[in-house]
């Protein structure tokens, strides 16, 4: 918490040293623009599914595999806003996405119920030897839309805290870890979810205006499949039935723009 103070302290000092006063009292003036433009960049994490020797989500564990690994990856774009208002706006984000988590290494077997269920009950508990590293992998193309909610402290620190729609056009699939290589059906469809996001926007001021910002932020919520069959999983005439991930629970990042 002092690190934080003494950030804001040294931000507002050097945007009074180059820019000039900084008026605590006078945020009211319409210093904010209406039309605003950012580029996002930022990477995902999921704690509750994991590879290693973490059975739960998928059904299957890997026994020999060293460690644990998190679903996670990055996503980036650009968001256009719309603020009427000081206290308010409206935002779309366009971004692209891609989330990957190891399950399973060249030679390995796979333990768990879904074997015999993928394999028609041939294989049980355990499945025929890996013929390659396995990854799980989604690609993403995401739109957000939503609204945030703005409370500034001065009209350089605006923390806000937003609520959105999550819009996902997806394929995923296991593969290699390049993502260049199937070995299963590739899924493809459009997912749905709801984000909650927090932020700190740190504004530069130049006349009154707002001539650049950069804001790091925090999301919760994810894009999930419905319960769904994915052929030809690792090995031919294989069906593995799952609710897929196609985002994580939890992103991070920073914007940039104005």
């Known amino acids: 918490m002092k690190l934080l103070v003494k950030f804001l302290i040294l931000f507002m000092f050097f945007n009074n040293l180059l820019l000039g006063e900084i008026n605590f009292k006078n945020i009211s003036d319409n210093y904010w623009n209406s039309f605003g433009f950012n580029i996002l960049g930022g990477f995902g994490i999921n704690p509750w599914v994991m590879g290693g020797d973490y059975i739960g989500h998928w059904g299957f564990v890997d026994r020999d595999l060293d460690s644990k690994e ?20 409206i935002f779309l984000n366009l971004l692209l996405g891609e989330y990957k988590v190891l399950l ?26 890996l013929p390659q590293d396995i990854y799980y992998i989604s690609k993403v193309y995401l739109s957000q839309i939503g609204t945030k909610g703005i409370y500034p402290i001065t009209k350089f620190v605006e ?9 996902a056009s997806y394929e995923c699939a296991f593969g290699n870890k390049e993502a260049t290589t199937a070995y299963s059906e590739i899924l493809t469809g459009i997912g749905y979810g709801v984000n909650l996001n927090f932020g700190v926007s740190f504004n530069i001021i130049l006349n009154n205006k707002i001539v650049l910002k950069f804001s790091p932020y925090f999301e919760i919520g994810h894009v999930v499949t419905d319960p769904t069959e994915m052929n030809n999983w690792i090995w031919e005439g294989w069906k593995y039935h799952n609710q897929f991930l196609i985002t994580t629970y939890y992103r991070y990042g920073i914007t940039l723009g104005y």
Do not use: C, M, T
């Open 159 to 167: 923390p806000y805290i937003g609520v959105g729609l999550n819009i």
């Open 104 to 129: 399973g290494k060249k030679g390995d077997v796979l333990h768990g119920d879904a074997i015999f269920d993928a394999s028609g009950g041939e294989w049980y508990p355990d499945s025929p030897p």
């Open 70 to 89: 998190l679903f996670s990856g990055y996503q980036w774009g650009i968001g256009i806003s719309y603020r009427p208002i000081k206290y308010f706006d």
